[in-house]
């Protein structure tokens, strides 16, 4: 049985079929966050696609597209990211910086 999965920054929406870390389609996997996850569609062998997750400031449910969310330790949506970005690396910083740019 599946559900849906939305997007709270670009919309994009589809159907996810567990939510976790260890999905019981893929007994082998640990992830390392609670993820939307759907089964692949053209797996034979029980593979999966990861669609998305949950901010751990704010909890919204983001995609992992560039546009939409960053995961450094946790997953982050590209505004929580923005405005705490004095609390991660140097590094993470410019590349916070570089993503809202290009998404203006």
Known sequence: MSKRF????????VDYHFKGRQPPFAKCIMLLED???????????GGFVTVGGSCSLC??????????????TQR???TCAHRNQQEFPKQIQEEILHRA????
């Open 101 to 104: 740019k290009l998404r203006d």
């Open 6 to 13: 939305t997007c709270t920054s670009c919309d994009f929406v």
């Open 35 to 45: 993820c939307y996850i759907m089964k692949d569609p053209f797996s034979t062998s």
């Open 59 to 72: 909890s919204k449910d983001v995609c992992l597209s560039a546009d939409c969310s960053l995961f450094y």
């Open 76 to 78: 982050f949506c590209l």
